[in-house]
């Protein structure tokens, strides 16, 4: 009885904490205003211009106040999730591509369809069709795509001068960068003195920058219906091996033990490639003094040259009280003028519209990389990620098996691959509501 005496204050709390929370005011919000919260993550420069941004906002818009809510990268997810799940989100929130499918699942977010169709300057052609496919559930507008873009290479052009190479770039232009041109350049670039490693070709890619070397061997993850792991087909193992033999056959990509502590990272000058998104190019240019870089496309494989596209959403809490003030809000942060400022000045990663992807200010940069056509070439050819709402999962049980291959604990990708797949079949024959 003492139990469930307790159990029942202490949802007895939650109810009154959350209804409380729902009808309180914003503190700080100006009384003759409507009040709109917004969460998101990043360092302090991305929040420093995430508030310059609201305070422009602010400005342009008298009649709404626009608050932020910041939360640490590492507990936003569950921070978000707690919040969705009592009822306390704010109004308005940017989610992980990677949690996207999950969340919309269980309805947590509101729908942004009809407000889409009543606004006369909202066009979903202005956009990159991948933008908004990211965005949609079941064809209905659930958010809008930000931060989003598709993984190119970037590369050490000191280095490949030194090792009398021919730029990749020129090469992608011929037809000529391929998987096996890549590997001997990672290996051209390796350098060994006194037994010890100086430098390295490559640096192998955290998740999911694996994904375009499976598919360029013509692999997959999951089936169409992703409902079936595909990873023990040969493309696949290819892949993986690929990768593998880098490290292990090639030693032209450092080993985890190698690369622990930042050793070896390619600001330091000591890798000749590394794949990444449009979002490290404000980090290189800030610290790469010594040295010249560029981008260019991921070499093509025997069966595809094909990258993959991800982004984030910005959605609305499903019990906002508050949708049209934060529609426009989310209108202004995908808005010409914002993403001109963020993508094409700041380079915080590829534009979702069109105008500004194709605009003389976002191709004719005036610091690296200059190639910028690589970034939207990248978006224009580029693949969606397999994300579904067991995502987290079933990448999970396929990293612990990545990790043995990567580490040298398994050498056959074949059998890493198979253990992965029957992990994943498992998970996905699961169901997750019981």
Known sequence: MVAKGLLFLGLSFVFVNVLMTSCQRLPGCPPDKECVRYMAWGNPEQLEVERQMIADFNRKNPDLYVKL???????????????????????????????FPKLAKRNYFYD??????????????????????????????????????????????TLMKAADLEDPFVLSQRGEWTFEKFREYAKRITTIEGGKPVRY?????????????????????????????????????????FLADLIWKDRCSPTPAQGA???????????????????????????????????????????????????????????????????????????????MMLYARIRRAFPSRKSVAYSDEFLHPK???YQIGVFTQAIAGARPLPINDRWMEWVNALNSEVDNLIAG??????????????????????DPDL
């Open 69 to 99: 809510f910041t939360v640490p990268a590492n507990s936003y997810h569950q921070k978000m999730v707690m919040m969705l799940a009592s009822g306390t989100a704010p109004d308005v929130m940017r989610v992980d591509m990677y949690n």
């Open 112 to 157: 942004l369809t009809d407000l889409a169709v009543r606004d006369q300057d909202f066009k979903e052609s202005d956009f990159f069709p991948a933008a908004i496919l990211e965005s949609k559930t079941t064809g209905r507008l659930l958010g809008l795509n930000v931060l989003g873009g598709g993984h190119v290479m970037y590369y050490n052009k």
């Open 201 to 241: 070709g490559y640096v192998l890619p955290l998740w999911p920058g694996y994904v375009p070397f499976v598919w360029g061997f013509g692999g997959d993850y999951l089936s169409a219906d992703k409902k079936t792991c595909l990873l023990d087909q040969p493309g696949a193992i290819q892949g993986y091996q």
């Open 261 to 339: 502590n930042g050793a070896f990272t390619f600001e330091s000058g000591k890798v000749g490639m590394i794949c990444e998104f449009m979002g490290m190019t404000p980090r290189y240019r800030k610290v790469i003094k010594d040295f010249e870089w560029d981008v260019c496309p991921l070499p093509v494989g025997p069966k595809s040259g094909t990258t993959f596209v991800k982004g984030n959403q910005l959605v609305l809490s499903r019990n906002t009280q508050h949708p049209e003030a934060a529609w426009r809000f989310i209108r202004y942060l995908t808005s010409e003028p914002t993403e």
């Open 367 to 369: 610091e690296a990389p």
């Open 409 to 430: 604990r398994e050498r056959d990708a074949g059998v890493a691959m198979r253990e992965a797949t029957r992990k994943i079949n498992k998970i996905l024959a699961e």
